[in-house]
């Protein structure tokens, strides 16, 4: 099975731009989740999107959004851009739903984002 | 307030020895573990997972220990090799894992010296 996938791999955008980052989960499953990494905040839980629906909300301003389609793909946005948005942004899927021991959740290589 | 804990920044271990990272957690509501290993610029790659209902999970060379009462989870590493040389990171969720929302530790570089 293919993994995560995520693009584009690298981007630079200056402040006040908006961005949308994409993410392909592993086929089959339905649960796609975003993470900000930064060196001073770790691995930080943005969303998770679950047949279509937003499910659970991390603590991120109104300017970070997403979505996900009807094959689990997810999209993310973030609107008016802002230096402190400098980060690796990860997605993960997850079968979720089933016995505890299949719900693991498989990242993808992150999207390296750089506001100038 | 920072509900999963990882105290050691980093470890260095003799290539062949045990290597033990340590996590613990605050909420009372976690039921699922999950540890992972993290090359810079790369997403995480799971290790392994352990439910609440078990004090023990073995896969290969890493094995995962949990003790409820305590709050804290370990990873051990046997034997380790230098290619285990990464940043590992402990994740907690609820809802037995039937959840992509994970809490996340802030990691423990290891160091397995040849």
């Known amino acids: 099975k293919a993994g995560v996938t995520q693009t584009p791999r690298y981007l630079i955008k200056t402040r006040g731009q908006q961005v949308t980052l994409s993410c392909s989960p592993i086929?089959?499953?339905?649960?796609v989740s975003w993470y900000q990494q930064t060196p001073g905040q770790g691995l930080q839980f943005l969303f998770e999107?679950?047949?279509?629906?937003?499910?659970n909300k991390g603590n991120f301003p109104g300017r970070f959004s997403g979505r996900q389609f009807s094959n689990s793909r997810s999209e993310m946005n973030v609107s008016t851009l802002e230096l402190g948005d400098s980060a690796l942004y990860l997605c993960?899927?997850?079968?979720?739903?089933?016995?505890?021991?299949?719900?693991?959740?498989?990242f993808g290589p992150g999207t390296r984002l750089t506001v100038l | 307030d920072q509900q999963v804990k990882q105290n050691s920044p980093s470890l260095s271990v003799q290539e062949g020895r045990i290597s033990i990272l340590n996590c613990d957690y605050t909420?009372?509501?976690?039921?699922?573990f999950l540890w992972y290993k993290k090359y810079p610029a790369e997403g995480p790659t799971f290790l392994i997972s352990?439910?609440?209902?078990?004090d023990k999970n073995e896969d290969g060379r890493f094995t995962v220990f949990l003790n409820k009462s305590a709050k804290h989870l370990s990873l051990h590493i046997v034997p380790s090799q230098p290619g285990d040389s990464a940043v590992y990171f402990c994740?907690?969720?609820?809802?037995?894992?039937?959840?992509?929302?994970?809490?996340f530790g802030q990691g423990t570089t290891l160091q397995v010296k040849p």
């Open positions: 993960a899927s997850g079968l979720v739903g089933g016995p505890s021991s299949y719900n693991e959740q498989f």
């Open positions: 086929s089959g499953h339905r649960s």
């Open positions: 999107y679950f047949s279509e629906t937003q499910r």
């Open positions: 909420n009372s509501m976690f039921d699922y």
């Open positions: 352990i439910s609440s209902i078990k």
């Open positions: 994740a907690a969720s609820g809802l037995s894992g039937n959840t992509g929302k994970l809490i």
